[in-house]
């Protein structure tokens, strides 16, 4: 989001002016807004999320794998890959996005003007998540935060300039399950839009520093295909429109029209519904849509040889018993205990025999992922997102000169494709991307953007035994460049 943005956000909570005339119509592009009956179109038509979907262009809808691509589809919290075998798994991640250059965020053409007081290093996104799951449930949270500093903003309270900071954050909270094995597998969640602007010069606010802050909720769902032992796999995702209500923290009053000054605030804030499909094919010796095999499966028939294994010595033990009560005499108590003791021992024996056969079942299938299997693969992915139409709704720059620019006024299609591969096996994974963002205004035109991003495997380490001992990390980066905005991603997880 731009620092046009941001003050919007600061005129929302200055101190009411005078009433204006109620009802007004929104006029026509170029006109002055004299209503407060109209909308503001949030839709942010960049790729923001991790560094392999914005490497890939966003064209990600159909590749659902742990919270690298749960922002592009629920359906991600319960996909189950076959390089985990144990009944449980967690996925970690964090993603950093930096605008190098954001003249022209919203591509809405700059016909309005340009701020004076945007500063390159003011706009920045954090992209942290974690993913839960068991067999085939999950569950997770993802939190796309944007961070923004406009400075030499004058605070209406002490009417000093000052540094106004804004928080714009998305929490999606996201459950789903994997049907058939995980070849049919169904996500959802709510999402929760906080929106926060306050004057420090601390990146972290104190009690009551709020300038304004407005709550929205919405849902979300998704959907992703992958057969078994098939090199295609389909995704779909959607996203149904959310409002945001506002909640000022002056004496904004409200009559009819809700002004500040000279300026017209409007009703609410809304992001359109969208959301996209996808389809992706992977080309190469590397097995693709492999099925989630826990180490239960595996070595069921060693397992169950020791199942039987316990049942015939707790038989055993259970007629030793029988006979030393049928004896009787004054030492059966000390005869039974010897028994049980005896026994406890045994069955400690299968149970350390049960722990070898998973630990050797779980090296067999971590191996077979990381070590047997080929890693030559050409993986091609393609997406088609829409944004839906927003009535009565003008872009952020609009509101900030006052000046009407109508928004959402037709349904918006972006098509994506992506490349990936990973031509340094188990070191280094490259991908490439395009997509064309499209605008929300007449008074400019669609661009397109090109994405490039790299994976490097760079250590092995359990984190103080939190993780498996063969568990590697790698780091991350992607770039998206179009005209008028610059941008890098990098991010931290784990190698697979």
């Avoid at 000169?401 to 031509?423: A, N």
Wanted: proline share 5%; aromatic share 12%; glycine share 10%.
């Amino acid at each position: 989001m731009t620092s046009t943005c941001v003050r919007y956000f600061l005129l929302m909570a200055g101190i009411a002016g005078t009433p204006a005339l109620a009802l007004a119509q929104l006029g026509p592009d170029g006109s002055p807004i004299t209503t407060s009956d109209y909308t503001i179109d949030l839709t942010r038509g960049v790729v923001i999320s991790t560094s392999r979907v914005t490497g890939l262009a966003g064209a990600a809808t159909s590749l659902a794998e742990g919270v690298q691509g749960g922002l592009q589809n629920p359906a991600a919290v319960a996909w189950r890959g076959p390089q985990w075998p144990d009944w449980y798994d967690y996925w970690l991640a964090f993603s950093v996005t930096y605008p190098f250059q954001s003249g022209d965020f919203y591509n809405s053409g700059g016909v309005l003007g340009e701020s004076q007081n945007v500063e390159e290093d003011g706009l920045f996104f954090l992209i942290p998540g974690a993913y839960w799951q068991m067999w085939n449930f999950g569950i997770g949270l993802i939190i796309d935060a944007q961070f923004v500093t406009l400075k030499g903003v004058q605070n209406p309270t002490t009417m000093q300039p000052e540094q106004l900071r804004l928080r714009f954050t998305t929490f999606h909270i996201q459950a789903g399950y994997g049907f058939l094995d995980g070849q049919l597998v169904i996500g959802g969640g709510l999402r929760i839009l906080r929106e926060r602007a306050f004057f420090s010069d601390r990146l972290v606010k104190k009690k009551g520093e709020d300038a304004f802050d407005s709550l929205g909720l919405g849902g979300e769902v998704g959907i992703m295909i992958q057969p078994h032992d098939e090199r295609w796999r389909l995704g779909a995702s959607l996203y149904p429109q959310m409002g945001t209500g506002l909640r000022t923290r002056g004496a904004v009053q409200t009559d009819g029209d809700i002004t500040f000054g000279t300026f017209f605030l409007p009703r609410s804030t809304r992001l359109p519904t969208n959301g996209g499909v996808g389809f992706s094919y992977q080309f190469g010796p590397r097995p693709t849509n492999q099925p989630w095999i826990s180490v239960e499966k595996l070595a069921a028939p060693e397992l169950e040889r020791l199942e039987r294994r316990e049942r015939q010595v707790r038989e055993a033990e259970q007629r030793e018993l029988a006979a030393a009560r049928e004896r009787g005499g004054p030492r059966v108590d000390e005869c039974i205990r010897v028994i049980e003791e005896a026994y406890k021992r045994k069955y400690a024996q299968i149970k350390r025999w049960r722990k070898q056969v998973k630990s050797q079942a779980w090296e067999v299938i971590r191996n077979r992922y990381r070590n047997e299997w080929p890693r030559r693969y050409h993986l091609l992915t393609i997406d088609l997102w829409f944004t839906g139409r927003l009535p009565n709704a003008v872009g952020v720059e609009s509101f900030l000169f006052q000046t009407v620019q109508r928004s959402g006024e037709k349904v918006t299609v972006s098509p994506r494709i992506g490349y990936e591969s990973e031509p340094w096996p188990k070191r280094m994974k490259v991908r490439v991307g395009s997509y064309v963002e499209p605008t929300r205004f007449a008074t400019s035109a669609a661009r397109l953007h090109i994405t490039f991003g790299i994976d490097i495997n760079v250590l092995k380490w359990n984190v103080f035994g939190l993780w498996p001992d063969d568990y590697r990390w790698q780091i991350s980066t992607s770039f998206d460049i179009a005209a008028e905005y610059q941008a890098v991603s990098l991010g931290i997880g784990g190698w697979y």
